[in-house]
């Protein structure tokens, strides 16, 4: 660790000031981390189950809000390309019952998606940080 020497002044003001004054003359001695260490631990790991979580709720109320959005504002051909995601969500519909079906099926695949990406950048940045 380097040391780096501070000097600093303080001066009370009447009823304000309840602290240890530390006179002009005498110098303040703070020990900070290298720069090196510094960068190494402000790379955090993500959480992969939180992520994923996060990421399926995410996507889950994305596709529920825009089914029901749909389904709501009406008119002669409700959802027409929305409705196209039934190629991939077996059972869903731009109704109200599809949106619930809509939003399990976008929650896991939010939640993989979001696990996996967070795997990714955990072995990553533990490869990049091992350097």
Known sequence: MSEIVLERTLTPVEGEFTGH????????????????????????????????????VMFGSGLFLATNFL????????????SLLN????????????SLVGFGYASVLGF???????????????RIGAR
């Open 21 to 56: 004054v530390v006179p002009a003359a005498q110098p303040v001695v703070v020990a900070l981390p290298k720069l090196e260490e510094t960068v190494r631990t402000g790379i955090h790991r993500m959480h992969a189950t939180a992520q994923g979580v996060v990421t399926g």
């Open 71 to 82: 389904v709501l504002k009406g008119g002669k051909d409700v959802g027409a390309h929305l």
């Open 87 to 98: 190629q991939f969500f077996p059972g869903y519909q731009v109704t109200f019952v599809g």
């Open 112 to 126: 993989l998606l979001g696990s996996v990406l967070a795997t990714v950048y955990n072995t990553v940045s533990t």
